[in-house]
Nanobody
Framework: QVRLVDSGGGLVQAGGSLRLSCAASGLTFSTSPMGWFRQAPGKEREFVAS????????NYADSVKGRFTISRDNAKNTVYLQMNSLKPEDTAVYYC????????????WGQGTQVTVSS
């Protein structure tokens, strides 16, 4: 079975940094598109960043562009989200996501890791 385990969340001050990790198993990781989503209380889950199996092919939400960086290490079956210059509005539960095909919906999800940014 496919399992995604995300981790690395915590409590940080505005302007600080966190690095989230997502370890995948049971998935052909090297050819699987991966992404990060987040959900704040009372709000819909929103897209944050994605990375394809193609080297350097990444996408970001406008709200995080220039501050967050998504990367992957296929040898470790792990995707990362480096978050810099954090703002209070970044506070949310962050979820790792994966899928087998580029054109399909995300079908595998991590359990979520809480990121709280204080002002």
């Amino acid at each position: 079975q496919v399992r995604l385990v995300d981790s690395g969340g915590g409590l940080v001050q505005a302007g600080g940094s966190l690095r989230l990790s997502c370890a995948a198993s049971g998935l052909t990781f090297s050819t699987s598109p991966m992404g990060w989503f987040r959900q704040a209380p009372g709000k819909e889950r929103e897209f944050v960043a994605s990375i394809s199996w193609m080297p350097g092919n990444t996408n970001y939400a406008d709200s995080v562009k220039g501050r967050f960086t998504i990367s992957r290490d296929n040898a470790k079956n792990t995707v990362y989200l480096q978050m810099n210059s954090l703002k209070p509005e970044d506070t949310a539960v962050y979820y790792c996501a994966g899928k087998r095909y580029y054109g399909g919906a995300y079908e595998y999800w991590g359990q979520g890791t809480q990121v709280t940014v204080s002002s």
